[in-house]
């Protein structure tokens, strides 16, 4: 597969028709189709297997010596397959679905982010070797997985103002963004001293290969990282420096982009870290406009010809120097600004709809619109003012609030896979297949 998609749609086709059971390939017998792991009461076969490691070594056709050997590459792949079939099962067994409108909105969001029209995106699938109905199963499992992610860390995190305020007094939020890639070396757990020392020497002698030039860092990640997002060259995407835990944010610090640190010990084994490139956040600014407004409702007793006309009136009344305010509090049938003489406060462009906000472009400061349309009624807007909100600390806050939830919700949902996993029968016969 040539790498002409984004790096999340070139994984999913990667692993495309693999994901769940009951696609074309899952239905073949055993008697011609060897298995290669037991998950609880279902199977996954060879043939899925080497659809799935195949369809990968075709997306690296050009540069085949990223990849690791075929056997460990396997070991990766069935390794998430595995994962992906335990969380596709709960996920089913919990309710959760994904209907065929969904379904059809997502390919649209993924072809359109791949600059693709959706005949475009199926020549290219079918260029690949990949049926439509396949790629629309895996993406359909993908939606699923997540789904089942949400519903379970939605009612387990909550982050309150007070860790808001402490991660805040403690980190600068708003600073310097970092984007990083890692290599994973696992330890079991409570890992012999000798398996230590074994861990940490491969971390070093896979930092030597990069440092010689025989491989980049992201083909050595996808040939030796023991982590899930190997396949992805190891990258990490980008973090704020808050967003990292912090026994790394000192070593990342004094990097430069390119480099890459000597081997971490971190929780599940050694990682060597690599700083891909860095970006500033500077100032933060929103447009405001606060404007007044009368809405006149089209209901059963005053259809829209009529309540146009009223606009109509109040708008010769208003030209003809009546006070706006007096005017929206006895006619406004806007019950959020009427009591304010149709002050509708500061807000963003489009914040009361989109016919509004381009009414407001339109106008001056001081300028009173012609009556015009929406799906609420008849409207007259007064614009009164724009400015520039420094939205930097209200951001900053925002991002705390973020950062602090996705850290509780990866944690929380590790421990759940974690669960998942320990709970689950799985036998491995990929050795013996």
Same mark, same amino acid.
């Given at each position: 597969?040539?790498? $002409?998609?984004?790096?999340?749609?070139?994984v999913?086709?990667?692993?495309?028709a693999a994901?769940?059971p009951g696609?074309?390939? *899952?239905q +073949?017998?055993?008697?011609?189709?060897?298995?290669?792991?037991?998950?609880?009461e279902?199977?996954?076969?060879? @043939?899925? &297997?080497?659809?799935?490691?195949n369809?990968?070594? $075709?997306?690296?056709?050009?540069?085949?010596?990223?990849?690791?050997?075929?056997?460990v590459?396997?070991? /990766?792949?069935?390794?998430r397959?595995v994962? =992906?079939? %335990?969380?596709l099962?709960?996920?089913?067994?919990?309710?959760?679905?994904?209907?065929?409108?969904?379904?059809?909105?997502?390919? !649209?969001?993924?072809?359109?982010?791949?600059?693709?029209t959706?005949?475009?995106?199926?020549q290219?699938?079918?260029?690949d070797?990949? @049926?439509?109905?396949?790629?629309? =199963?895996?993406?359909?499992?993908e #939606?699923?997985i997540?789904?089942?992610r949400?519903?379970?860390?939605q009612s387990?995190?909550?982050?309150?103002?007070? !860790?808001?305020?402490q991660l805040l007094?403690?980190?600068?939020?708003?600073?310097?963004?970092?984007?990083? $890639?890692n290599?994973?070396?696992? #330890?079991?757990?409570?890992?012999?001293?000798?398996?230590?020392?074994?861990?940490?020497?491969?971390?070093r002698?896979?930092?030597?290969? %990069?440092?010689?030039?025989?491989?980049?860092?992201?083909?050595? =990640?996808?040939?030796? @990282?023991? $982590?899930q997002? *190997?396949?992805?060259?190891?990258? %990490?995407g980008?973090? *704020?420096l808050?967003?990292i835990p912090?026994a790394?944010?000192?070593?990342?610090?004094?990097?430069?982009?390119?480099q890459?640190?000597?081997?971490?010990r971190?929780?599940s084994?050694y990682? #060597?870290?690599?700083?891909?490139?860095?970006r500033?956040?500077?100032r933060?600014?929103l447009? !405001?406009?606060?404007?007044q407004g009368?809405m006149?409702?089209?209901t059963?007793?005053?259809?829209? !010809?009529?309540?146009? /006309?009223? +606009?109509?009136?109040l708008?010769?009344?208003i /030209? =003809?120097g009546?006070?706006?305010?007096?005017?929206?509090?006895?006619?406004?049938?806007d019950?959020?600004?009427?009591?304010?003489g149709?002050?509708?406060?500061?807000? /963003? &462009?489009?914040?009361?709809?989109?016919?509004?906000?381009?009414?407001l472009?339109?106008?001056?400061?001081?300028q009173?619109?012609?009556?015009f349309q929406?799906?609420a009624?008849?409207?007259?807007?007064?614009? #009164?003012?724009v400015?520039?909100?420094?939205?930097?600390?209200?951001?900053?806050r925002?991002?705390?609030?973020? %950062?602090i939830?996705?850290?509780k919700?990866?944690?929380?949902?590790e421990?759940?896979?974690?669960q998942l996993r320990?709970?689950?029968?799985?036998?491995?016969?990929?050795?013996?297949s």
């Amino acid at each position: 597969m040539k790498n $002409a998609f984004t790096p999340v749609l070139a994984v999913l086709l990667a692993l495309s028709a693999a994901l769940a059971p009951g696609h074309a390939l *899952a239905q +073949a017998t055993t008697a011609v189709d060897g298995i290669v792991a037991v998950v609880d009461e279902d199977v996954i076969l060879r @043939s899925e &297997l080497d659809r799935a490691v195949n369809n990968i070594t $075709a997306q690296y056709a050009n540069t085949p010596e990223q990849l690791p050997p075929r056997d460990v590459l396997e070991r /990766q792949v069935l390794d998430r397959l595995v994962l =992906a079939r %335990i969380q596709l099962t709960r996920a089913r067994d919990s309710g959760i679905r994904v209907s065929d409108g969904e379904l059809a909105q997502a390919i !649209e969001t993924v072809a359109s982010r791949n600059r693709m029209t959706q005949d475009q995106l199926r020549q290219r699938l079918a260029a690949d070797g990949l @049926s439509y109905e396949e790629f629309r =199963a895996s993406l359909r499992d993908e #939606l699923l997985i997540e789904r089942l992610r949400q519903r379970y860390v939605q009612s387990r995190v909550q982050v309150s103002e007070a !860790e808001i305020d402490q991660l805040l007094a403690v980190r600068e939020i708003g600073g310097p963004e970092v984007r990083l $890639a890692n290599i994973v070396v696992a #330890l079991p757990e409570g890992a012999s001293p000798d398996e230590v020392a074994l861990a940490q020497k491969k971390a070093r002698d896979i930092k030597a290969v %990069i440092e010689r030039g025989e491989l980049d860092f992201r083909a050595a =990640a996808i040939r030796y @990282s023991d $982590a899930q997002n *190997a396949l992805e060259g190891g990258d %990490i995407g980008w973090r *704020a420096l808050d967003a990292i835990p912090p026994a790394f944010v000192g070593l990342i610090q004094q990097m430069q982009p390119g480099q890459i640190s000597e081997p971490v010990r971190g929780p599940s084994g050694y990682q #060597l870290i690599q700083l891909v490139e860095t970006r500033e956040q500077g100032r933060q600014t929103l447009t !405001e406009y606060n404007a007044q407004g009368i809405m006149i409702r089209v209901t059963p007793t005053l259809p829209a !010809e009529a309540a146009r /006309q009223k +606009a109509e009136d109040l708008y010769a009344r208003i /030209q =003809a120097g009546e006070d706006f305010a007096k005017l929206a509090r006895e006619n406004s049938d806007d019950t959020l600004s009427r009591n304010d003489g149709g002050d509708m406060g500061w807000f /963003q &462009l489009n914040a009361w709809g989109t016919a509004v906000g381009s009414q407001l472009a339109a106008l001056q400061d001081g300028q009173v619109s012609r009556p015009f349309q929406s799906d609420a009624g008849w409207h007259i807007i007064k614009r #009164l003012g724009v400015r520039e909100q420094d939205v930097t600390e209200q951001n900053r806050r925002n991002q705390a609030r973020e %950062i602090i939830a996705q850290r509780k919700a990866e944690e929380e949902f590790e421990r759940f896979l974690r669960q998942l996993r320990s709970e689950a029968y799985v036998e491995s016969r990929l050795s013996a297949s």
